[in-house]
């Protein structure tokens, strides 16, 4: 099992930049596929970001790639997410999720643990 805790949200204008980061507890961090998934009011919970428990494989969703970057640091059980140019299209709850499944997992089902999210507020 593992607790997750999202920081590093906030209040920031358009073309701006945030770096979120999610710090685990748990003793076996280093084997979950973490991703990072977005929701805004109204609208489902979709997927960001994703890599792999090595960090050797990534995924970002199309309407992010080239701005967000997922990386992670298993020696300090945490994954962040580097977000640049920012849109006021990417204000959302953001949130930090853990999964046993391997690869690039796409949908919020195939995540076991979650974090309580963390704003994020992009003013035009």
């Known amino acids: 099992q593992v607790q997750l805790v999202e920081s590093g949200g906030g209040l920031v204008q358009a073309g701006g930049s945030l770096r979120l980061s999610c710090a685990a507890a748990?003793?076996?961090?280093?084997?979950?596929?973490m991703g990072w998934f977005r929701q805004a009011p109204g609208k489902e919970r979709d997927l960001v970001a994703a890599?792999?428990?090595?960090?050797?494989?990534?995924y970002h969703a199309d309407s992010v790639k080239g701005r967000f970057t997922i990386s992670r640091d298993n020696a300090k059980n945490t994954v962040y997410l580097q977000m640049s140019s920012l849109e006021p299209e990417d204000t959302a709850v953001y949130y930090c999720?853990?999964?046993?499944?391997?690869?690039?997992?796409?949908?919020?089902?195939?995540?076991?643990?979650w974090g309580q999210g963390t704003q994020v507020t992009v003013s035009s």
């Open positions: 890599i792999s428990w090595s960090g050797g494989l990534t």
């Open positions: 748990g003793r076996t961090f280093g084997e979950y596929t």
């Open positions: 999720a853990a999964s046993y499944f391997n690869g690039s997992p796409r949908d919020s089902s195939q995540y076991a643990y």
